[in-house]
């Protein structure tokens, strides 16, 4: 059963330390400085760490948790790394490659075991018109797999069938932006749309997903809403296949005379990304290795792609964040920690202002733990309400943030019943120290002072 004395005192001291608070207004609110600034820090800084938790995650989920990316190396000449005209032409006859390609594809997929699907792509950008209005698009080849590996779900419609994607027939799978711009307030499924000169039937369209600017400068992930996909057949049999050589050669070497000179291919790869999904997580390092070796392999020992393994990156990149929230976390810690030491500056300086006042309650029968509770229940009273201030200030902060600087912030209630929770404690903890030191006074030691 709880002590009704013991209510009763509580309720009084707090009641008493509520009128001296109202009376040194000022000086209160600049002793509760601290602790409103170091409240707000910690909810603001808390908000931050999660919002990049979120954006780390809804990253994860755009590049996929088991997936490695692999992608082609134009041959572009570089003019600060000239090389002499025989040892080009030397390379160049030892060392061909033929580019990533389809049979790249086809040979991961059944060579490496711990390969759960294999996604080539080919990229075009191009244009769409229909109704007359013409915007610029990507056409994306894809092969069936491509939805599943990029967690992409069909809103409407359904995926390429096998007869499609074997005929090769002109059907694609659009974004919503897409079915926005071109098919106002309708469906745009089964209607006809015009992508450079070829007339595609649409027969579905994807759910929206929400692409970040930063997400797509960081992992290379394309706004997925803005593109048309189409099967990868259809795209090298109706669009463009690089693997067709149609420059003449001869006649760009016709007029040489001496050292042939190396001319640089371009981009002669036949597809433009190629993204394999492991069964296990851990299998990505070891598959990675495999992967380089057999694709060096193919393609005769050229260094012509790029082998990258998104959840790595992005780990890292969590790993940064986490040890900048940590650095954050600490500051505002200190601000709650200066909070404190005013608070007990403050309350040592009123103890010395009431030492009279300390000797007439002691002498009419208070005891040391009443006028410990009196001076306990004034600096948790300031805690408390430069909690809530800091509370207020914090969630204002969080959202200015994200407003000016761009930077998602996410508020969650446990970080600020946290923040509230530490403020009370350094209310209690930094009260403790001046409650005793008024409770040590003399009662006629006390009554003497001036």
């Not at 294999?118 to 007359?132: H, K, R």
């Not at 698009?137 to 419609?157: A, D, Q, R």
């Not at 790993?319 to 954050?328: A, M, P, R």
């Amino acid at each position: 059963m709880i002590d009704k004395i013991l209510l009763e005192k509580l309720k009084s001291n707090f009641n008493e330390a509520f009128w001296f608070i109202k009376t040194n207004k000022v000086r209160t609110f600049l002793t509760a400085l601290g602790i409103i600034f170091g409240v707000a820090s910690v909810i603001t800084m808390l908000a931050i760490g999660n919002g990049a938790e979120k954006e780390i995650l809804s990253q994860l989920e755009l590049v996929g948790v088991n997936n490695i990316v692999v992608t082609p190396i134009p041959d572009i000449e570089n003019e600060s790394e000239k090389q002499s005209d025989e040892e080009a032409t030397n390379n160049e006859s030892k060392k061909f490659s033929k580019g990533l390609d389809i049979l790249d594809a086809l040979s991961v997929n059944k060579t490496i075991p711990s390969v759960k699907l294999v996604s080539p792509e080919i990229i075009l950008d191009t244009y769409v018109i229909n109704n007359g209005k013409q915007n610029s698009v990507k056409l994306i080849g894809v092969s069936p797999t491509f939805f599943e590996v990029s967690n992409i779900t069909i809103e409407k419609g359904k995926s390429f069938s096998e007869y499609q994607i074997k005929n090769a027939l002109p059907v694609c799978v659009i974004g919503k932006k897409i079915e926005k711009k071109l098919f106002t307030g309708e469906s745009a499924l089964g209607k006809q749309i015009k992508v450079k000169d070829v007339w595609l039937e649409v027969v579905g369209v994807i759910e929206e997903k929400l692409i970040s600017d930063k997400a797509q400068e960081d992992l290379g992930i394309r706004d997925l809403n803005q593109d048309i996909y189409i099967p990868i057949k259809t795209f090298l049999g109706r669009y463009r296949d690089r693997k067709i050589i149609t420059d003449d050669l001869d006649a760009r070497n016709s007029n040489d005379e001496g050292p042939k000179k190396r001319i640089p291919r371009g981009n002669y790869h036949q597809i433009d990304k190629l993204t394999i999904q492991v069964f296990n997580s851990n299998e990505l390092k070891s598959t990675a290795e495999v992967l380089s070796k057999l694709l060096r392999r193919r393609h005769n020992d050229v260094l012509d792609f790029e082998i990258a393994i998104p959840i790595q990156l992005l780990k890292q990149q969590q790993k940064t964040k986490q040890i900048f929230n940590i650095v954050l976390s600490i500051i505002a810690g200190i601000s709650l920690l200066i909070g404190g030491i005013g608070i007990m500056n403050i309350m040592l300086a009123s103890v010395l202002e009431r030492t009279k006042e300390i000797g007439i309650i002691r002498a009419i029968g208070a005891t040391e733990e009443d006028v410990i509770l009196q001076f306990l229940s004034e600096s948790v009273l300031i805690s408390v309400g430069g909690g809530i201030i800091g509370i207020i200030v914090g969630i204002i902060g969080a959202y200015v943030i994200e407003m000016v600087s761009g930077i998602e912030t996410v508020l969650s209630l446990n970080s600020i019943l946290l923040s509230f929770f530490i403020a009370v404690v350094v209310g209690l903890v930094f009260g403790i120290f001046p409650a005793k030191a008024a409770a040590n006074k003399k009662p006629i030691q006390a009554l003497r002072s001036e």
